[in-house]
């Protein structure tokens, strides 16, 4: 896997709120660069997603819940990813993540790209995949 | 009285009393709930004040005239679509008053850090009920100014109280509080002067600030 190598020392730590399709996929690349991982999610069941050789920890709970967060580390983290099916939720956590508890690295999902347009002018660092997907299936039908 | 346009997120229960309220002060409203059926339910019988729609999405908003509204209440039970409604309603449409419902106490501190300029919680304010029906609270919370660090507090003169037998006068106070109301059984409540003096079962309304309300109670019950 690419970047395996990276921190295997310095061990950053991470919590990634959602842990569906993307978020347990990104938890177990993280898990396997070695970074220590944090996952939370509000139903069990999807920590299905991870692998048995994921080391990091698996938390159920709100992360739009500022005393969750506290008790998932989120004072000390180095980066939060807020990937949950609900922009809303996602909006919430990325900015108590980055404006009351000050974590130095927060991405956030938005799959409205209208709304991601506001968030970003705010100054929230947020990825639409609805547009990423488009643009990418877009430039595809270019080149046929 | 100049008539607002206020719009409210959410055609729950909240928004329901909320608009007829406001509507029989004769401010024009509008409410914007997702299902068809609430809807309906809604314009049968305030009129035609209600759209349906998702009240955070930019279209939905920008065809309710959000850029005219001078105030929007998100009153859903969800603590995250009533933050991205008021921080879309205040950025995008500049709209100069956004007030919120949190279902989660802590929401309160963190939704005014986030821009919200007014935001209400049920349970804190049940807690602070709470705290009134206890006699032996010494200090009540009555009102907390919003955006300030100051509020208004009931205090109750006991039987221990260093206050009993002094006047204001002699009262060493915080200079940011001021003792702005008294109230005793079988009289008149009234405002104390500096000879006023405390007695026992008073009780006593004071303007003060977060910070000073500890050394109020000290000096005045103990």
């Not at chain 1, 508890?101 to 347009?117: A, E, G, N, Q, T």
């Not at chain 2, 719009?7 to 029989?24: E, Q, W």
């Not at chain 2, 205040?90 to 007014?118: C, Q």
């Amino acid at each position: 896997m690419p970047g395996t190598q990276i921190l295997k020392q310095t061990k950053k730590t991470i919590i990634i709120m959602g842990c569906g399709r993307v978020g347990g996929k990104l938890a177990a690349m993280l898990d396997a660069a070695g970074y220590r991982v944090t996952v939370l999610d509000l139903d069990a069941y999807s920590f299905r997603r991870l692998p048995p050789t994921f080391s990091g920890t698996a938390l159920i709970g709100n992360g739009t819940d500022e005393d969750m967060l506290r008790k998932a580390g989120i004072e000390s983290v180095d980066a939060f990813f807020a990937l949950t099916q609900g922009d809303n939720r996602n909006v919430m956590a990325a900015q108590i993540a980055k404006h009351i508890f000050k974590v130095p690295r927060v991405i956030c999902r938005i799959y409205d790209p209208l709304r991601k347009d506001i968030y970003e002018q705010l100054g929230l660092e947020s990825i639409s995949p609805t547009e990423v997907f488009a643009d990418l299936l877009f430039n595809r039908l270019e080149k046929i | 009285m100049k008539a607002l346009y206020i719009v409210i997120v959410g055609g729950g229960k909240i928004g329901y009393y909320l608009s007829k309220a406001l509507l029989n002060q004769g401010h024009e409203v509008l409410i914007i709930e997702k299902e068809a059926r609430i809807c309906e339910r809604l314009e049968d019988e305030l009129g035609s004040c209600c759209m349906r729609g998702d009240g955070c999405e930019t279209a939905v908003l920008t065809e309710a005239g959000l850029n005219r509204a001078d105030v929007l209440i998100a009153t859903t039970s969800h603590d995250e679509d009533n933050l991205v409604s008021c921080q879309v309603a205040k950025h995008r449409f500049k709209v100069p008053r956004t007030i919120s419902l949190v279902n989660n106490p802590n929401n309160d501190s963190i939704f005014r850090k986030l821009g919200i300029d007014a935001t209400i919680s049920v349970t804190n304010t049940i807690l602070e009920h709470v705290e009134q029906e206890i006699p032996a609270h010494p200090l009540i919370h009555l009102l907390t100014m919003s955006g300030k660090m100051e509020e208004i507090v009931e205090l109750t003169v006991n039987k221990e109280a260093p206050a009993i037998g002094k006047s204001l006068g002699q009262l060493r106070l915080p200079p940011d509080t001021t003792i702005a109301l008294l109230m005793r059984e079988n009289e008149k409540p009234r405002i104390p002067d500096a000879e006023t003096v405390f007695m026992e079962n008073d009780r006593v309304v004071a303007l003060t600030t977060l910070d000073s309300e500890k050394i109020l109670e000290r000096n005045l019950l103990g």
